[in-house]
């Protein structure tokens, strides 16, 4: 059966076609974007069958014209259709599918040779990039990977090294043809096994290069070290005879062995106190003498060239450190032994080694090193260090909690590190970035000890976030939680929105600030409140506020500090919370969380919906617009699904209340229900004089009680956000409002200025009291037993039992 095709693909094809026939050689590249994205909507004609279209068919004719002008331009003489059938190869095969790969040996032919050809780098690069993913496209179908892949692979390999071996190579193209091996290496080890050694001597030259005495007339990126030590470490799936993790494992040793060498010349200024427990054998004699300048002649094992200076051996310990890290961020295809022995006992030597702090710090000089090169050691520690603490990260990063006994070593490492070297922004924000993973991991289960170690990190960090002009200065020192029992002011003039910043380096505010944010938040989340120190908390709390933080603000909301012994939690910072972000959706989630609805439990009929209490505005239920229009069904009671799940069916069935253990809420009750015009002809004709008393009497009772200060507090407003955080829903206590209500102040020790918004919204609330109020009265006057609005239980003390006396009487005398 012929698929059908959409005569818009159809005219699209031929008006490429004709696009590409007629347009000069020179103007191909210009146009050529346009047509590659007009290729995508051709894509039902282009992954059409032999078999599918018809012979001498419109369609078969228009698809035979484009391939046939495609494969000329590849072989075009001019350099722009070259490039320009480079981009539409990818785009066609991308666009053609199964059908079109299963058809591009031809067009890999071609791509080969452009790559032999004298043309620009771009072009090279192009062809780089359609020839991977033409191979990548292969992997699916073996009979495509041995009819096209196979062939072509190793002429792609000897003609990739030959280019970037050649001057007239550019730095985006060596970068694309590392990219090429380290994604082909992993499926095609045995095509690149007779090249590999050509491939380490790249590497080696790439790894090599440094900045203060590079061996080549090459610069090398960051981009393109960090793609070779990758590549490095894949090297390894070419060992043959599935021998690919002995050679992992020897080749991480290597590097960590190479590592020490290194260090050897270049801590050579200070007598360390470090002893190797992992058997590490010095490269140096215990006894040699050391002139002229720190170098390493060549690295054998390793087979990367020599270097001179302590700049320069910095940059290859900083190198070697990478490469490590390389081996454990690279994922292998078989299992490999990771000796953390090694590791960990290098990490202790480069921390072992750290600028002096204070007069406890005893580090001992090599005095037949000038200080010349002692202090330009020192200098460059920082960055030293900070390759060290990324690869403490890349570990944490691999096996998590399976290295857990290796943290706490590792830790105090890391505090006695940034105590002598926080001065250095780089330092600082790869601390924050470490610490940050290893209280994710640990942060739950730190004791108090611990808390009080990373005590400095996390003051650094709210330093590194909070303003550096007078604004931090205008909080009093106990914060919310108050220090020492002390009570904090109860106003604090403090603008937050427009809190004053000072310039700061550009380069170091971008990760630095992260990486503190970042650190602040998991303080606030994954460490127990109760074992930290008040002040550590005050300043973690002020930092959040005057950063702007929510984050950070949710976090401290939702783990709330606690005192010492009494474990009472302090006052929150809610307020400010939803001052800041009264339209977040985590703020609304923690000011009124949604419960489930309530059923009523009554048997549904036969096509019937279920009678289901729906959520009102003001948080009770309501019944549906038929129970609205007709009243409230009387023989169901809201709270029947309540009582069931309670086992109360007794007092269901006797008729009593869900309430009817308060006496007071059940006369009162009754009261609402004998005045409810609904029911006034039914109980004046059934009960004579004495309804007509107990009407009077409830009344009576209903004005005395409106006009009585109620003992719980009045309801805010629902608008006032930060006002209404204490107070209870207005539907449940309606007779509550109070005129004054949004005059008093909140009840937090934190009170800013109101907001223009919310000054502004001050009158309306004050006018609504009169429409609330009538909405309670009418919400009174209409309830019963059946209805939602229950009135809570009052508690009244012997004084106004005895004016309920008096009124009786009164009444009673009338």
Not at 313 to 326: D, F, K, M, Q, T
Not at 769 to 782: G, L, N, P, V
Request: hydrophobic residues 40%.
């Amino acid at each position: 059966m012929t698929p059908h095709i959409p005569v818009e693909s159809i005219a699209s094809l031929k008006a490429v076609a004709y696009r590409l026939s007629t347009t000069p050689g020179k103007q191909l590249p210009h146009i050529a974007p346009q047509i590659a994205a007009q290729l995508w909507h051709c894509k039902d004609l282009l992954s059409l069958t032999v078999d599918s279209a018809k012979q001498g068919s419109d369609a078969s004719v228009v698809l035979h014209r484009f391939k046939t002008h495609l494969s000329s331009l590849l072989q075009d003489r001019t350099v722009e259709g070259r490039w320009s059938a480079v981009v539409l190869v990818k785009a066609t095969i991308e666009a053609g599918g199964v059908e079109v790969l299963s058809k591009s040996n031809a067009w890999v032919r071609s791509l080969l040779a452009i790559l032999k050809k004298p043309d620009p780098p771009t072009t090279r690069n192009l062809a780089v990039i359609v020839l991977t993913r033409i191979f990548m496209l292969t992997w699916d179908y073996s009979s495509f990977v041995r009819e096209i892949t196979t062939p072509a692979l190793p002429t792609f390999v000897a003609m990739c090294l030959s280019n970037i071996g050649n001057k007239r190579c550019s730095a985006s193209e060596l970068l694309t043809v590392l990219e090429a091996f380290t994604t082909l290496i992993p499926r095609h080890p045995t095509i690149f096994r007779t090249s590999e050694s050509q491939i380490r001597i790249l590497l080696s030259r790439v790894i090599s290069a440094t900045s203060s005495n590079s061996v080549v007339d090459v610069h090398y990126t960051k981009d393109h070290q960090f793609m070779a030590q990758r590549l490095f470490v894949l090297l390894h799936h070419c060992s043959p005879k599935q021998g690919g993790a002995d050679k992992w494992d020897e080749s991480i040793k290597t590097t960590i062995i190479a590592t020490h060498s290194t260090c050897d010349r270049l801590f050579r200024s200070v007598i360390e106190s470090w002893k190797s427990v992992a058997g590490v054998q010095p490269s140096l004699a215990p006894n040699a003498l050391f002139q002229g300048d720190a170098e390493l002649e060549s690295d054998d094992k390793l087979g990367l060239s020599g270097w001179t200076g302590v700049y320069a051996g910095n940059e290859r310990l900083v190198s070697l450190l990478e490469l490590i890290e390389a081996h454990l961020d690279t994922a292998t295809s078989g299992a490999v032994v990771v000796r953390l022995g090694l590791v960990m006992d290098l990490l202790t030597r480069l921390f072992s080694v750290r600028a002096q702090h204070s007069r406890q710090d005893t580090i001992k000089f090599n005095n037949q090193v000038s200080k010349d090169e002692r202090e330009a050691m020192f200098s460059i520690l920082a960055q030293v260090h900070v390759a060290a603490v990324h690869l403490v990260d890349a570990m944490l990063r691999r096996f998590g909690n399976t290295i857990a006994s290796l943290m706490q070593p590792s830790l105090a490492h890391i505090i006695w590190m940034f105590e002598a070297e926080r001065s250095d922004s780089d330092v600082r924000a790869m601390t924050y970035t470490v610490v940050t993973s290893m209280l994710k991991l640990q942060g739950p289960s730190m004791a108090k000890g611990d808390l009080a170690d990373i005590e400095g990190i996390v003051k650094a960090c709210c330093e590194d976030l909070l303003p550096s002009g007078d604004t931090a200065a205008q909080l009093p020192a106990t914060h919310v939680n108050g220090m020492n029992g002390k009570q904090p002011p109860v106003m604090c003039s403090l603008d937050l929105q427009t809190t004053k910043t000072s310039p700061s380096h550009p380069t170091a505010s971008g990760s630095l600030h992260s990486s503190a944010e970042a650190l602040l938040l998991v303080c606030f989340s994954r460490l127990n409140a109760a074992h930290m120190p008040g002040r550590l908390r005050v300043l973690m709390e002020r930092t959040a506020v005057l950063t702007h933080h929510k984050d950070a603000l949710v976090a401290c909301v939702l783990n709330p500090s606690v005192k010492g012994r009494d474990s009472s939690v302090q006052a929150s910072l809610l307020p400010l919370l939803a001052r800041q972000y009264p339209n977040a959706p985590e703020v609304e989630a923690i000011l009124r969380p949604r419960m489930p609805l309530t059923r009523t439990g009554r048997a549904e009929s036969e096509g019937s919906e279920p009678d289901v209490y729906e959520e009102s505005e003001y948080g009770a239920n309501k019944y549906n617009d038929e129970d609205m229009t007709n009243g409230a069904p009387e023989e169901t009671e809201p709270t029947d699904g309540l009582l069931k799940a309670l086992g109360q069916q007794d007092a269901t069935a006797a008729g009593g209340d869900f309430y009817s253990a308060s006496p007071l809420r059940q006369s009162v009750s009754d009261n609402i229900q004998h005045i409810d015009p609904r029911k006034a002809t039914t109980t004046s004709s059934s009960e004579g004089p004495a309804g007509e008393k107990r009407r009077a009497d409830a009344a009576l009772g209903i004005e005395r009680s409106a006009k009585r200060p109620q003992a719980s507090p009045a309801v805010q407003h629902p608008l006032s956000t930060v006002s209404s955080l204490t107070g209870p829903d207005l539907a449940t206590t309606p007779r509550q409002i109070s005129g004054t209500a949004l005059s008093e102040p909140p009840q937090s020790s934190f009170v800013t200025a109101p907001e223009a918004s919310q000054q502004a919204l001050t009158l309306p609330m004050a006018r609504d009291d009169t429409s609330a109020t009538r909405y309670a009265q009418t919400a009174a006057d209409e309830g019963s037993d059946d209805s939602d609005f229950e009135m809570p239980p009052l508690t009244m003390d012997a004084s106004d039992e005895d004016e309920d006396d008096d009124v009786e009487e009164v009444v009673g005398g009338q």
